[in-house]
Protein backbone atom coordinates (compact mmCIF):
# COMPACT_ATOMS: atom_id res chain seq x y z
CA UNK A 1 0.00 0.00 0.00
CA UNK A 2 1.35 3.35 -1.00
CA UNK A 3 1.12 5.88 2.17
CA UNK A 4 1.16 3.06 4.69
CA UNK A 5 3.67 4.97 7.55
CA UNK A 6 0.89 7.86 6.67
CA UNK A 7 -1.94 5.84 7.55
CA UNK A 8 0.16 4.07 10.72
CA UNK A 9 0.21 7.86 11.84
CA UNK A 10 -2.88 9.28 11.57
CA UNK A 11 -4.13 5.62 13.15
CA UNK A 12 -2.10 6.56 16.65
CA UNK A 13 -3.58 10.02 16.26
CA UNK A 14 -6.22 8.24 16.76
CA UNK A 15 -5.43 6.83 20.25
CA UNK A 16 -6.41 7.99 23.87
CA UNK A 17 -5.62 7.24 27.18
CA UNK A 18 -7.94 7.06 30.17
CA UNK A 19 -7.90 5.45 33.85
CA UNK A 20 -7.57 2.00 32.41
CA UNK A 21 -5.43 2.76 29.47
CA UNK A 22 -2.16 3.84 30.33
CA UNK A 23 -0.16 3.91 27.45
CA UNK A 24 -1.91 3.48 23.87
CA UNK A 25 -0.65 1.83 20.91
CA UNK A 26 2.97 2.87 19.39
CA UNK A 27 4.89 0.83 21.91
CA UNK A 28 5.53 -2.65 21.17
CA UNK A 29 2.19 -3.27 23.92
CA UNK A 30 -0.76 -1.07 24.91
CA UNK A 31 -0.30 -1.00 28.79
CA UNK A 32 -3.32 -1.35 30.89
CA UNK A 33 -4.23 -0.86 34.30
CA UNK A 34 -7.22 -3.37 34.54
CA UNK A 35 -9.65 -2.55 37.50
CA UNK A 36 -8.96 -4.38 40.87
CA UNK A 37 -10.69 -7.12 41.44
CA UNK A 38 -12.96 -7.51 38.17
CA UNK A 39 -12.45 -10.37 35.97
CA UNK A 40 -11.11 -9.90 32.29
CA UNK A 41 -12.97 -11.67 29.92
CA UNK A 42 -10.92 -11.95 26.43
CA UNK A 43 -11.80 -13.08 22.92
CA UNK A 44 -11.07 -12.70 19.32
CA UNK A 45 -12.80 -12.78 15.93
CA UNK A 46 -12.04 -11.90 12.26
CA UNK A 47 -13.86 -10.56 8.73
CA UNK A 48 -12.65 -12.15 5.45
CA UNK A 49 -13.56 -10.84 2.17
CA UNK A 50 -16.03 -13.77 0.55
CA UNK A 51 -17.06 -15.04 3.82
CA UNK A 52 -18.01 -12.02 6.10
CA UNK A 53 -18.19 -9.32 3.89
CA UNK A 54 -18.24 -9.00 -0.17
CA UNK A 55 -15.48 -6.20 -0.74
CA UNK A 56 -16.89 -5.38 -4.18
CA UNK A 57 -20.46 -4.35 -2.58
CA UNK A 58 -19.44 -3.43 1.28
CA UNK A 59 -18.25 -0.41 2.00
CA UNK A 60 -14.64 -0.35 4.43
CA UNK A 61 -16.27 1.50 7.28
CA UNK A 62 -19.06 -1.11 7.01
CA UNK A 63 -16.79 -3.89 7.03
CA UNK A 64 -14.49 -2.23 9.86
CA UNK A 65 -17.56 -2.20 11.86
CA UNK A 66 -18.66 -5.33 11.51
CA UNK A 67 -15.48 -7.14 12.52
CA UNK A 68 -15.85 -5.08 16.21
CA UNK A 69 -19.48 -5.19 16.21
CA UNK A 70 -18.93 -9.26 16.03
CA UNK A 71 -16.61 -8.67 18.84
CA UNK A 72 -19.06 -6.76 21.14
CA UNK A 73 -21.44 -9.56 20.10
CA UNK A 74 -19.66 -11.92 22.06
CA UNK A 75 -19.59 -9.63 24.99
CA UNK A 76 -22.86 -9.02 24.83
CA UNK A 77 -23.18 -12.98 24.90
CA UNK A 78 -21.42 -13.13 28.08
CA UNK A 79 -23.54 -9.73 29.95
CA UNK A 80 -19.76 -8.23 29.85
CA UNK A 81 -18.60 -4.88 29.34
CA UNK A 82 -16.52 -4.13 26.16
CA UNK A 83 -13.36 -2.37 27.01
CA UNK A 84 -10.33 -2.58 24.82
CA UNK A 85 -9.76 -3.61 21.49
CA UNK A 86 -6.83 -4.62 18.97
CA UNK A 87 -6.73 -5.14 15.25
CA UNK A 88 -4.91 -6.39 13.16
CA UNK A 89 -5.35 -5.97 9.35
CA UNK A 90 -4.26 -7.69 6.15
CA UNK A 91 -4.26 -5.23 3.08
CA UNK A 92 -4.41 -5.99 -0.55
CA UNK A 93 -1.54 -4.40 -2.23
CA UNK A 94 -3.63 -2.18 -4.30
CA UNK A 95 -6.10 -0.30 -0.89
CA UNK A 96 -5.19 3.13 -0.73
CA UNK A 97 -4.54 5.17 2.37
CA UNK A 98 -7.78 6.79 2.27
CA UNK A 99 -9.74 2.83 2.17
CA UNK A 100 -7.51 1.82 5.40
CA UNK A 101 -8.46 4.80 7.14
CA UNK A 102 -12.52 4.36 6.45
CA UNK A 103 -11.99 0.21 7.53
CA UNK A 104 -10.32 1.64 11.30
CA UNK A 105 -13.26 4.36 11.49
CA UNK A 106 -15.23 1.68 10.86
CA UNK A 107 -14.35 -0.33 13.88
CA UNK A 108 -13.28 3.36 15.92
CA UNK A 109 -17.12 4.27 15.69
CA UNK A 110 -18.59 0.85 15.81
CA UNK A 111 -16.42 0.61 19.25
CA UNK A 112 -18.04 4.26 20.32
CA UNK A 113 -21.37 3.46 19.12
CA UNK A 114 -22.22 1.28 21.88
CA UNK A 115 -21.41 4.10 24.31
CA UNK A 116 -24.98 4.82 26.74
CA UNK A 117 -25.51 5.55 30.23
CA UNK A 118 -24.78 1.91 31.18
CA UNK A 119 -22.13 1.35 28.57
CA UNK A 120 -18.99 3.35 27.56
CA UNK A 121 -17.11 2.91 24.11
CA UNK A 122 -14.79 0.18 23.50
CA UNK A 123 -11.27 1.65 22.59
CA UNK A 124 -8.28 0.95 19.79
CA UNK A 125 -5.41 0.55 21.51
CA UNK A 126 -2.85 -1.47 19.40
CA UNK A 127 -2.65 -3.18 16.03
CA UNK A 128 -0.40 -4.41 13.23
CA UNK A 129 -0.74 -3.67 9.97
CA UNK A 130 0.55 -5.86 7.01
CA UNK A 131 0.31 -5.47 3.18
CA UNK A 132 0.22 -8.97 1.23
CA UNK A 133 -1.43 -10.55 -2.52
CA UNK A 134 -3.86 -12.16 -0.65
CA UNK A 135 -7.49 -10.39 -0.21
CA UNK A 136 -8.54 -7.93 3.00
CA UNK A 137 -8.86 -9.48 6.24
CA UNK A 138 -9.27 -7.65 9.53
CA UNK A 139 -8.99 -9.50 12.96
CA UNK A 140 -10.02 -8.13 16.17
CA UNK A 141 -9.25 -9.21 19.66
CA UNK A 142 -11.53 -7.78 22.53
CA UNK A 143 -11.04 -7.16 26.24
CA UNK A 144 -14.49 -7.01 28.51
CA UNK A 145 -14.96 -6.95 32.01
CA UNK A 146 -17.84 -8.30 33.92
CA UNK A 147 -18.34 -4.66 36.08
CA UNK A 148 -20.37 -6.30 38.69
CA UNK A 149 -22.51 -9.13 36.61
CA UNK A 150 -21.01 -12.31 36.78
CA UNK A 151 -20.46 -13.64 33.08
CA UNK A 152 -23.32 -15.77 31.81
CA UNK A 153 -21.99 -19.13 30.21
CA UNK A 154 -23.41 -21.24 28.12
CA UNK A 155 -23.85 -24.48 30.32
CA UNK A 156 -26.12 -23.08 32.90
CA UNK A 157 -29.38 -23.51 31.25
CA UNK A 158 -32.11 -26.26 33.35
CA UNK A 159 -34.84 -27.99 32.39
CA UNK A 160 -37.87 -25.57 32.87
CA UNK A 161 -36.63 -22.30 31.58
CA UNK A 162 -37.85 -20.38 29.16
CA UNK A 163 -36.29 -20.07 25.91
CA UNK A 164 -35.75 -16.67 24.81
CA UNK A 165 -34.79 -14.10 21.67
CA UNK A 166 -34.07 -10.55 21.34
CA UNK A 167 -35.32 -9.86 18.32
CA UNK A 168 -36.31 -11.34 14.94
CA UNK A 169 -34.23 -13.58 13.32
CA UNK A 170 -33.36 -15.20 9.69
CA UNK A 171 -32.46 -13.64 6.16
CA UNK A 172 -29.37 -11.55 7.36
CA UNK A 173 -27.85 -11.98 4.20
CA UNK A 174 -29.76 -9.40 2.47
CA UNK A 175 -28.07 -7.29 4.49
CA UNK A 176 -28.45 -7.18 8.21
CA UNK A 177 -25.29 -9.45 8.96
CA UNK A 178 -23.39 -6.01 7.91
CA UNK A 179 -25.85 -3.56 9.79
CA UNK A 180 -26.90 -5.07 13.08
CA UNK A 181 -26.26 -3.55 16.80
CA UNK A 182 -24.49 -5.60 19.19
CA UNK A 183 -27.31 -6.10 22.51
CA UNK A 184 -24.51 -4.98 24.75
CA UNK A 185 -26.66 -2.55 26.68
CA UNK A 186 -29.63 -5.33 26.24
CA UNK A 187 -27.57 -8.29 27.73
CA UNK A 188 -26.57 -6.01 30.93
CA UNK A 189 -30.22 -4.58 31.85
CA UNK A 190 -31.77 -8.49 30.74
CA UNK A 191 -28.72 -9.91 33.38
CA UNK A 192 -29.51 -6.98 36.13
CA UNK A 193 -33.14 -7.29 36.20
CA UNK A 194 -33.37 -11.15 36.15
CA UNK A 195 -31.63 -14.47 36.47
CA UNK A 196 -29.53 -15.59 33.05
CA UNK A 197 -28.90 -19.20 33.09
CA UNK A 198 -26.91 -19.68 29.89
CA UNK A 199 -26.55 -16.89 26.80
CA UNK A 200 -25.22 -16.61 23.45
CA UNK A 201 -25.39 -14.63 20.56
CA UNK A 202 -26.63 -15.94 17.17
CA UNK A 203 -24.30 -16.05 15.00
CA UNK A 204 -24.33 -19.56 13.30
CA UNK A 205 -28.36 -19.76 13.58
CA UNK A 206 -30.88 -20.53 15.90
CA UNK A 207 -30.89 -24.42 15.62
CA UNK A 208 -27.00 -24.95 16.10
CA UNK A 209 -26.58 -22.18 18.30
CA UNK A 210 -29.47 -23.65 21.03
CA UNK A 211 -27.76 -26.54 20.13
CA UNK A 212 -24.69 -25.35 21.81
CA UNK A 213 -26.36 -24.21 25.08
CA UNK A 214 -28.55 -27.64 25.25
CA UNK A 215 -25.07 -29.53 24.57
CA UNK A 216 -22.78 -27.51 27.22
CA UNK A 217 -25.99 -27.59 30.12
CA UNK A 218 -26.68 -31.45 29.11
CA UNK A 219 -30.15 -30.63 28.32
CA UNK A 220 -33.14 -30.50 25.84
CA UNK A 221 -35.12 -28.20 24.75
CA UNK A 222 -38.91 -27.34 23.13
CA UNK A 223 -39.47 -24.93 20.44
CA UNK A 224 -42.67 -23.85 19.21
CA UNK A 225 -42.24 -22.73 15.77
CA UNK A 226 -45.43 -20.10 15.90
CA UNK A 227 -43.41 -18.36 18.29
CA UNK A 228 -40.28 -18.06 16.96
CA UNK A 229 -40.03 -14.28 16.13
CA UNK A 230 -39.35 -14.33 11.95
CA UNK A 231 -37.72 -11.59 10.48
CA UNK A 232 -39.61 -9.80 7.03
CA UNK A 233 -35.91 -10.28 5.43
CA UNK A 234 -36.57 -14.56 5.90
CA UNK A 235 -40.26 -14.14 4.00
CA UNK A 236 -38.68 -11.28 1.24
CA UNK A 237 -35.53 -14.69 0.95
CA UNK A 238 -38.26 -17.03 0.05
CA UNK A 239 -39.38 -14.58 -2.89
CA UNK A 240 -35.65 -14.38 -4.22
CA UNK A 241 -34.95 -17.65 -5.91
CA UNK A 242 -31.28 -17.31 -6.10
CA UNK A 243 -30.53 -16.66 -2.82
CA UNK A 244 -32.77 -18.56 -0.49
CA UNK A 245 -35.84 -19.43 -2.39
CA UNK A 246 -35.82 -22.91 -1.65
CA UNK A 247 -36.70 -22.67 2.17
CA UNK A 248 -39.31 -21.51 3.96
CA UNK A 249 -39.27 -18.39 6.03
CA UNK A 250 -39.53 -20.49 8.88
CA UNK A 251 -36.60 -22.81 8.05
CA UNK A 252 -34.57 -18.94 7.38
CA UNK A 253 -35.31 -18.57 11.45
CA UNK A 254 -33.71 -21.54 12.16
CA UNK A 255 -31.12 -22.02 10.64
CA UNK A 256 -29.47 -18.86 8.80
CA UNK A 257 -26.68 -17.10 10.89
CA UNK A 258 -25.80 -13.55 11.92
CA UNK A 259 -28.79 -12.10 13.43
CA UNK A 260 -26.38 -11.36 16.39
CA UNK A 261 -29.41 -11.25 18.20
CA UNK A 262 -28.81 -12.87 22.26
CA UNK A 263 -30.50 -16.47 22.73
CA UNK A 264 -31.05 -16.65 26.30
CA UNK A 265 -32.32 -18.89 28.62
CA UNK A 266 -34.29 -17.61 31.97
CA UNK A 267 -36.67 -19.11 34.57
CA UNK A 268 -37.97 -16.00 35.37
CA UNK A 269 -37.37 -13.21 32.80
CA UNK A 270 -40.36 -11.27 32.21
CA UNK A 271 -38.62 -7.89 30.18
CA UNK A 272 -41.07 -7.31 27.20
CA UNK A 273 -37.37 -7.12 24.57
CA UNK A 274 -36.83 -10.61 25.05
CA UNK A 275 -39.61 -13.19 22.97
CA UNK A 276 -40.06 -16.45 24.37
CA UNK A 277 -39.96 -19.36 21.66
CA UNK A 278 -39.64 -22.30 24.09
CA UNK A 279 -38.60 -24.15 27.07
CA UNK A 280 -35.33 -26.17 28.24
CA UNK A 281 -36.23 -29.96 29.15
CA UNK A 282 -34.47 -32.56 30.93
CA UNK A 283 -34.41 -35.14 27.44
CA UNK A 284 -31.20 -33.86 25.83
CA UNK A 285 -32.98 -33.32 22.35
CA UNK A 286 -34.07 -30.61 20.66
CA UNK A 287 -37.99 -30.55 19.52
CA UNK A 288 -39.20 -28.22 16.93
CA UNK A 289 -43.26 -28.07 18.16
CA UNK A 290 -44.97 -27.12 14.99
CA UNK A 291 -48.73 -27.66 14.41
CA UNK A 292 -49.14 -29.91 17.31
CA UNK A 293 -45.99 -32.04 16.14
CA UNK A 294 -43.04 -32.40 17.98
CA UNK A 295 -39.83 -32.99 15.53
CA UNK A 296 -36.56 -33.33 15.89
CA UNK A 297 -34.80 -29.56 14.92
CA UNK A 298 -31.60 -30.63 14.00
CA UNK A 299 -28.86 -27.71 12.41
CA UNK A 300 -29.04 -27.60 9.03
CA UNK A 301 -25.77 -26.03 9.07
CA UNK A 302 -24.34 -22.29 9.10
CA UNK A 303 -24.99 -21.91 5.19
CA UNK A 304 -24.20 -18.43 4.73
CA UNK A 305 -23.08 -17.53 1.31
CA UNK A 306 -22.04 -14.16 0.40
CA UNK A 307 -23.39 -14.18 -3.51
CA UNK A 308 -19.69 -13.32 -4.63
CA UNK A 309 -18.40 -16.24 -2.82
CA UNK A 310 -16.39 -18.26 -5.32
CA UNK A 311 -16.69 -22.34 -5.53
CA UNK A 312 -14.24 -24.18 -4.04
CA UNK A 313 -11.10 -24.79 -5.93
CA UNK B 1 -11.89 -27.43 5.03
CA UNK B 2 -13.45 -31.10 5.60
CA UNK B 3 -13.44 -32.54 9.21
CA UNK B 4 -13.48 -28.40 10.15
CA UNK B 5 -15.82 -29.60 13.80
CA UNK B 6 -13.08 -32.40 14.21
CA UNK B 7 -10.37 -29.45 14.76
CA UNK B 8 -12.11 -27.47 16.29
CA UNK B 9 -13.04 -30.03 19.33
CA UNK B 10 -9.81 -31.15 19.27
CA UNK B 11 -8.53 -27.28 19.64
CA UNK B 12 -10.71 -27.25 22.84
CA UNK B 13 -9.31 -30.55 24.29
CA UNK B 14 -6.06 -28.50 24.34
CA UNK B 15 -7.36 -26.09 27.11
CA UNK B 16 -6.12 -26.04 30.40
CA UNK B 17 -7.43 -23.78 33.47
CA UNK B 18 -5.09 -22.46 35.88
CA UNK B 19 -4.82 -19.70 38.56
CA UNK B 20 -5.77 -17.05 35.82
CA UNK B 21 -7.40 -18.76 33.38
CA UNK B 22 -10.49 -19.71 34.98
CA UNK B 23 -12.60 -20.37 31.84
CA UNK B 24 -10.73 -21.30 29.05
CA UNK B 25 -11.70 -21.28 25.22
CA UNK B 26 -15.19 -22.95 24.71
CA UNK B 27 -17.50 -20.34 25.41
CA UNK B 28 -17.73 -16.77 23.76
CA UNK B 29 -15.01 -15.31 25.33
CA UNK B 30 -12.19 -16.97 28.15
CA UNK B 31 -12.62 -15.45 31.48
CA UNK B 32 -9.29 -14.54 33.17
CA UNK B 33 -8.68 -13.64 36.65
CA UNK B 34 -6.03 -11.12 36.56
CA UNK B 35 -3.44 -10.58 39.34
CA UNK B 36 -4.61 -7.96 41.46
CA UNK B 37 -2.31 -4.56 41.35
CA UNK B 38 -0.46 -5.94 38.32
CA UNK B 39 -0.36 -4.13 34.82
CA UNK B 40 -2.11 -5.91 31.76
CA UNK B 41 0.44 -5.61 28.75
CA UNK B 42 -1.53 -6.16 25.44
CA UNK B 43 -0.95 -6.79 21.48
CA UNK B 44 -1.31 -8.76 18.17
CA UNK B 45 0.46 -9.40 15.30
CA UNK B 46 0.12 -11.67 12.14
CA UNK B 47 1.63 -13.49 9.79
CA UNK B 48 0.67 -14.09 6.06
CA UNK B 49 1.43 -16.05 3.73
CA UNK B 50 3.89 -15.10 1.01
CA UNK B 51 5.10 -11.53 3.14
CA UNK B 52 6.36 -13.39 6.97
CA UNK B 53 6.45 -17.10 5.95
CA UNK B 54 6.29 -18.83 2.59
CA UNK B 55 3.28 -22.33 2.65
CA UNK B 56 5.69 -23.72 0.07
CA UNK B 57 8.53 -23.81 1.69
CA UNK B 58 7.97 -24.03 5.51
CA UNK B 59 6.49 -26.20 7.97
CA UNK B 60 2.69 -25.38 9.59
CA UNK B 61 4.51 -26.30 12.97
CA UNK B 62 7.09 -23.69 11.79
CA UNK B 63 4.27 -21.48 10.66
CA UNK B 64 2.53 -21.53 13.79
CA UNK B 65 5.53 -21.28 16.01
CA UNK B 66 6.55 -17.82 13.98
CA UNK B 67 2.74 -15.83 15.11
CA UNK B 68 3.34 -16.79 18.37
CA UNK B 69 7.15 -16.41 18.83
CA UNK B 70 6.71 -12.27 17.21
CA UNK B 71 3.77 -12.14 19.97
CA UNK B 72 6.39 -13.15 22.42
CA UNK B 73 9.25 -11.06 21.22
CA UNK B 74 6.73 -7.95 21.72
CA UNK B 75 6.60 -8.72 25.51
CA UNK B 76 10.34 -9.45 25.48
CA UNK B 77 10.60 -5.96 24.16
CA UNK B 78 8.63 -4.75 27.34
CA UNK B 79 9.85 -6.94 29.85
CA UNK B 80 6.72 -8.23 30.69
CA UNK B 81 5.64 -12.29 31.08
CA UNK B 82 3.36 -13.59 28.16
CA UNK B 83 0.57 -15.05 30.08
CA UNK B 84 -2.12 -15.74 27.56
CA UNK B 85 -2.94 -15.58 23.87
CA UNK B 86 -6.29 -15.77 21.44
CA UNK B 87 -5.81 -16.80 17.83
CA UNK B 88 -7.63 -16.78 14.68
CA UNK B 89 -6.77 -18.46 11.42
CA UNK B 90 -8.02 -17.85 7.95
CA UNK B 91 -7.48 -21.46 6.46
CA UNK B 92 -7.64 -22.23 2.65
CA UNK B 93 -10.31 -24.85 1.70
CA UNK B 94 -7.62 -26.77 0.90
CA UNK B 95 -6.20 -27.61 3.79
CA UNK B 96 -6.54 -30.55 5.65
CA UNK B 97 -7.64 -30.69 9.75
CA UNK B 98 -3.73 -32.85 10.26
CA UNK B 99 -2.12 -29.51 8.70
CA UNK B 100 -4.87 -26.91 10.66
CA UNK B 101 -3.31 -29.65 13.83
CA UNK B 102 0.15 -28.97 13.24
CA UNK B 103 -0.33 -24.81 12.72
CA UNK B 104 -2.10 -24.59 16.54
CA UNK B 105 0.55 -27.00 18.02
CA UNK B 106 3.52 -24.93 16.62
CA UNK B 107 1.73 -22.17 18.66
CA UNK B 108 1.08 -23.80 21.58
CA UNK B 109 4.56 -25.37 21.42
CA UNK B 110 6.31 -21.80 21.01
CA UNK B 111 3.89 -20.72 24.23
CA UNK B 112 5.26 -23.58 25.87
CA UNK B 113 9.15 -23.31 24.84
CA UNK B 114 9.44 -20.22 27.08
CA UNK B 115 8.27 -21.55 30.32
CA UNK B 116 11.90 -21.87 32.89
CA UNK B 117 12.65 -20.78 36.44
CA UNK B 118 11.45 -17.46 35.98
CA UNK B 119 9.06 -17.82 33.04
CA UNK B 120 5.41 -19.58 32.49
CA UNK B 121 4.18 -20.68 29.35
CA UNK B 122 2.15 -18.86 27.43
CA UNK B 123 -1.11 -20.59 26.78
CA UNK B 124 -3.76 -20.16 24.26
CA UNK B 125 -7.32 -19.09 25.56
CA UNK B 126 -9.54 -18.50 22.51
CA UNK B 127 -9.97 -18.66 18.77
CA UNK B 128 -11.66 -18.36 15.48
CA UNK B 129 -11.39 -20.20 12.62
CA UNK B 130 -12.55 -19.32 9.24
CA UNK B 131 -11.95 -21.22 5.72
CA UNK B 132 -11.93 -19.20 2.96
CA UNK B 133 -10.44 -18.88 -1.08
CA UNK B 134 -7.90 -16.43 0.01
CA UNK B 135 -3.99 -17.43 1.60
CA UNK B 136 -3.02 -18.86 5.12
CA UNK B 137 -2.88 -16.04 7.21
CA UNK B 138 -2.76 -16.61 11.27
CA UNK B 139 -3.13 -13.62 14.12
CA UNK B 140 -2.39 -13.55 17.78
CA UNK B 141 -3.33 -11.38 20.58
CA UNK B 142 -1.40 -11.41 23.60
CA UNK B 143 -1.68 -10.40 27.33
CA UNK B 144 1.29 -9.75 29.82
CA UNK B 145 2.09 -8.80 33.20
CA UNK B 146 4.48 -6.23 34.23
CA UNK B 147 4.94 -8.69 37.45
CA UNK B 148 7.50 -6.86 39.30
CA UNK B 149 9.25 -4.92 36.48
CA UNK B 150 7.99 -1.60 35.50
CA UNK B 151 7.61 -2.22 31.73
CA UNK B 152 10.21 -0.78 29.10
CA UNK B 153 9.05 1.58 26.61
CA UNK B 154 10.67 2.82 23.65
CA UNK B 155 10.75 6.86 25.00
CA UNK B 156 12.88 6.83 27.58
CA UNK B 157 16.91 6.58 25.81
CA UNK B 158 19.00 9.77 27.20
CA UNK B 159 22.47 11.34 26.33
CA UNK B 160 25.15 9.35 27.43
CA UNK B 161 23.41 5.66 27.35
CA UNK B 162 24.67 2.77 25.63
CA UNK B 163 23.21 0.74 22.77
CA UNK B 164 23.42 -2.78 23.24
CA UNK B 165 22.13 -5.62 20.90
CA UNK B 166 21.53 -9.26 22.65
CA UNK B 167 23.20 -11.41 19.46
CA UNK B 168 24.35 -11.43 15.91
CA UNK B 169 22.30 -9.75 13.40
CA UNK B 170 21.73 -9.60 9.67
CA UNK B 171 20.59 -12.23 7.06
CA UNK B 172 17.62 -13.81 8.97
CA UNK B 173 16.11 -14.53 5.63
CA UNK B 174 17.79 -17.82 5.25
CA UNK B 175 16.22 -19.37 7.97
CA UNK B 176 16.61 -17.59 11.06
CA UNK B 177 13.12 -14.99 10.71
CA UNK B 178 11.11 -18.48 11.29
CA UNK B 179 13.55 -19.94 13.92
CA UNK B 180 14.01 -16.97 16.51
CA UNK B 181 13.94 -17.87 20.10
CA UNK B 182 12.19 -14.75 21.60
CA UNK B 183 14.50 -12.79 24.71
CA UNK B 184 11.74 -13.11 27.04
CA UNK B 185 13.35 -14.40 29.90
CA UNK B 186 16.61 -12.54 28.85
CA UNK B 187 14.61 -8.97 28.93
CA UNK B 188 13.77 -9.99 32.37
CA UNK B 189 17.24 -10.55 33.59
CA UNK B 190 18.75 -8.19 32.13
CA UNK B 191 15.73 -5.49 33.45
CA UNK B 192 16.07 -6.75 36.64
CA UNK B 193 20.32 -6.62 36.92
CA UNK B 194 20.57 -2.93 35.10
CA UNK B 195 18.79 0.02 34.47
CA UNK B 196 17.42 -0.42 31.04
CA UNK B 197 15.92 2.99 29.58
CA UNK B 198 14.53 2.29 26.31
CA UNK B 199 14.06 -1.35 24.66
CA UNK B 200 12.52 -2.48 21.18
CA UNK B 201 13.23 -6.38 19.35
CA UNK B 202 14.14 -5.90 16.17
CA UNK B 203 11.60 -6.54 13.78
CA UNK B 204 11.86 -4.15 11.41
CA UNK B 205 16.08 -3.95 11.04
CA UNK B 206 18.76 -2.04 13.10
CA UNK B 207 18.34 1.22 11.45
CA UNK B 208 14.85 1.49 11.66
CA UNK B 209 14.51 0.53 14.88
CA UNK B 210 16.83 2.14 16.53
CA UNK B 211 15.14 5.17 14.76
CA UNK B 212 12.48 4.21 16.41
CA UNK B 213 13.70 4.76 19.95
CA UNK B 214 15.29 7.67 18.75
CA UNK B 215 12.23 9.57 17.87
CA UNK B 216 10.49 8.02 20.71
CA UNK B 217 13.12 9.21 23.15
CA UNK B 218 13.52 12.79 21.44
CA UNK B 219 17.51 11.56 20.54
CA UNK B 220 20.08 10.46 18.51
CA UNK B 221 22.97 8.35 18.69
CA UNK B 222 26.70 7.59 17.49
CA UNK B 223 26.73 3.65 16.27
CA UNK B 224 30.38 2.06 15.69
CA UNK B 225 30.03 -0.21 12.76
CA UNK B 226 33.07 -2.26 14.20
CA UNK B 227 31.42 -3.21 17.32
CA UNK B 228 28.13 -4.83 15.74
CA UNK B 229 27.84 -7.99 15.72
CA UNK B 230 27.42 -9.30 12.04
CA UNK B 231 25.92 -12.81 11.64
CA UNK B 232 27.20 -15.67 9.46
CA UNK B 233 23.93 -15.22 7.64
CA UNK B 234 24.81 -12.01 6.66
CA UNK B 235 27.99 -12.82 5.08
CA UNK B 236 26.42 -15.94 3.28
CA UNK B 237 24.39 -13.60 2.15
CA UNK B 238 26.98 -11.51 -0.01
CA UNK B 239 27.73 -14.92 -1.60
CA UNK B 240 24.08 -15.40 -2.99
CA UNK B 241 22.79 -13.03 -6.00
CA UNK B 242 19.56 -13.89 -5.92
CA UNK B 243 19.23 -12.79 -2.58
CA UNK B 244 21.41 -10.12 -1.16
CA UNK B 245 24.38 -10.15 -3.18
CA UNK B 246 24.32 -6.29 -4.08
CA UNK B 247 24.78 -5.03 0.00
CA UNK B 248 27.91 -5.70 2.10
CA UNK B 249 27.37 -7.97 5.34
CA UNK B 250 27.04 -4.79 7.38
CA UNK B 251 24.46 -3.94 5.41
CA UNK B 252 22.59 -6.21 5.91
CA UNK B 253 23.08 -6.57 10.07
CA UNK B 254 22.27 -2.59 9.71
CA UNK B 255 18.78 -3.16 7.44
CA UNK B 256 17.56 -6.28 7.65
CA UNK B 257 14.42 -7.17 9.58
CA UNK B 258 13.16 -10.13 11.82
CA UNK B 259 16.58 -10.92 13.86
CA UNK B 260 14.35 -10.41 16.74
CA UNK B 261 17.35 -9.78 19.16
CA UNK B 262 16.50 -6.92 21.52
CA UNK B 263 17.58 -3.59 21.15
CA UNK B 264 17.94 -1.23 24.22
CA UNK B 265 19.50 1.74 25.56
CA UNK B 266 20.97 1.64 29.18
CA UNK B 267 23.32 3.77 31.47
CA UNK B 268 25.18 0.71 33.48
CA UNK B 269 24.56 -2.35 31.88
CA UNK B 270 27.76 -4.60 32.41
CA UNK B 271 25.69 -8.42 31.62
CA UNK B 272 28.23 -9.96 29.17
CA UNK B 273 25.20 -11.26 27.09
CA UNK B 274 24.68 -7.87 26.05
CA UNK B 275 26.83 -5.95 23.05
CA UNK B 276 27.38 -2.52 23.17
CA UNK B 277 27.62 -0.71 19.68
CA UNK B 278 27.49 2.60 20.38
CA UNK B 279 25.87 5.50 22.39
CA UNK B 280 22.84 7.78 22.79
CA UNK B 281 23.61 11.43 21.95
CA UNK B 282 21.97 14.67 22.57
CA UNK B 283 22.02 15.69 18.78
CA UNK B 284 18.80 14.38 17.03
CA UNK B 285 20.42 12.24 14.35
CA UNK B 286 21.52 8.72 14.17
CA UNK B 287 25.21 8.40 12.69
CA UNK B 288 27.11 5.29 11.59
CA UNK B 289 30.62 5.44 12.93
CA UNK B 290 32.91 3.51 10.14
CA UNK B 291 36.27 3.97 9.19
CA UNK B 292 37.18 6.70 11.46
CA UNK B 293 34.13 8.63 9.69
CA UNK B 294 30.59 9.29 11.00
CA UNK B 295 27.96 9.31 8.43
CA UNK B 296 24.23 9.65 8.83
CA UNK B 297 22.53 6.25 9.16
CA UNK B 298 19.38 6.18 7.18
CA UNK B 299 16.92 3.08 7.95
CA UNK B 300 17.09 1.37 4.06
CA UNK B 301 13.72 0.01 4.58
CA UNK B 302 11.93 -3.30 5.90
CA UNK B 303 13.00 -5.19 2.91
CA UNK B 304 12.91 -8.43 3.59
CA UNK B 305 11.62 -10.55 0.70
CA UNK B 306 10.50 -13.99 0.53
CA UNK B 307 11.42 -15.38 -2.27
CA UNK B 308 8.05 -16.65 -3.35
CA UNK B 309 6.79 -13.26 -2.99
CA UNK B 310 5.36 -12.13 -6.09
CA UNK B 311 5.64 -8.52 -7.37
CA UNK B 312 2.41 -6.19 -6.97
CA UNK B 313 0.11 -6.49 -9.34
Given amino acids: MPGE ?35 LLVGIDQVLDGVHFDSTIH ?36 VSPEYAKNLYAG ?14 ACAIVGGDTGV ?16 GITPIQRNGARPGDGVFVTGAIGGSILGRHMTFSPRVALARQLAASC ?23 SVGAV ?19 ALGGDRSPLEHALHDGEDYELLFTSPDCRDARA ?14 RLDGADKP ?5 FEHQLSSEKPAP
Fill in 5 to 39: FEFLNWVRSQQRRDVIVQLPAGDDLAILRWPADDL
Fill in 59 to 94: TPHAIGAKVMNRNLSDCAAMACLPVVAVITFALPRS
Fill in 107 to 120: IRDAGMAIASEDVS
Fill in 132 to 147: WNGPLAITCAILGRAA
Fill in 195 to 217: TISAMIDLSDGLSRDLGHICDES
Fill in 223 to 241: IDAAQIPIHPDARALCNDR
Fill in 275 to 288: IRIGTIAAQREVLL
Fill in 297 to 301: MRPAG
